[in-house]
């Protein structure tokens, strides 16, 4: 499968914890996004990565939140000490400089 | 800022009807325009884009035409079928195409047999 590819899929964990996600993009796409969506609503941006270069991050990312995609490859999403309210679907994208962005199918994140 | 509006659902359809979502933008530059399918169970997937004014977009039977002079790109498809049902989320980004996504809500749609 040459899609994006996220694991895993689904993460429960009790409040307070730190959680981290991976991301794989398509490997030759030079762009990847991470977006968070919740339930009956449609995603909102998080950040962006072209290669190794986080180029914006949205003001819905707090300091809790930290993205990395070390040598431009994978991608991580880490949040610690997780909240109730950080419980959604993280879903990574990657797209070229042109083109629609390709999204991986989510890591649905459950906090307790 | 940037922001996309959908007509909410659910849209609920028979089988062989046309089908229509609304979806209107506000952007301050040239945007490029998108639809993406969420299935039941499944991650999104890019359905059809437009980059530029009068472009029309076209993937499995939908379409959706860009219009600048009336800040739309309503999807279209003239018969569905049951495995349309899925929600449908348009979406714009500034610049060329690749840049980050401005989603609007979604809107629920359901093919009865």
């Known amino acids: 499968d040459t899609g994006v590819s996220q694991n895993p899929r689904h993460k429960i964990t009790k409040r307070g914890q730190n959680v981290t996600f991976r991301c794989d993009p398509i490997?030759?796409?030079?762009?990847l996004y991470w977006y968070r969506q919740t339930l009956g609503q449609g995603p909102e941006f998080l950040t962006y990565f072209q290669n190794e270069a986080q180029l914006e991050k949205s003001r819905l990312l707090s300091d809790r939140f930290s993205a990395e995609r070390p040598k431009g490859s994978f991608s991580t999403l880490e949040i610690q000490r997780t909240e109730q309210g950080d419980s959604a679907m993280y879903l990574c994208a990657s797209s070229l400089e042109t083109g629609g962005p390709f999204f991986g199918q989510g890591t649905r994140l459950t906090v307790v | 800022g940037d922001s996309v509006t959908q007509m909410e659902g659910p849209v609920t359809l028979s089988e062989e009807a046309f089908l229509t979502i609304n979806c209107t933008y506000t952007a301050t530059g040239y945007p490029s325009l998108f639809w993406y399918v969420q299935y039941p169970g499944e991650g999104l997937q890019l359905l059809l884009k437009?980059?530029?004014?009068?472009d029309k977009g076209s993937n499995k039977g939908f379409e959706a035409t860009y219009r600048k002079e009336t800040t739309s790109f309503h999807l279209e498809k003239g018969s569905v079928q049951v495995s349309d049902s899925a929600v449908y989320f348009c979406?714009?980004?500034?610049?060329?195409?690749?840049?980050?996504?401005?989603f609007g809500g979604g809107t629920r749609v359901l093919v009865k047999p």
């Open positions: 979406a714009l980004s500034e610049g060329a195409a690749g840049n980050k996504l401005t």
């Open positions: 490997s030759e796409h030079n762009r």
């Open positions: 437009a980059t530029k004014a009068d």
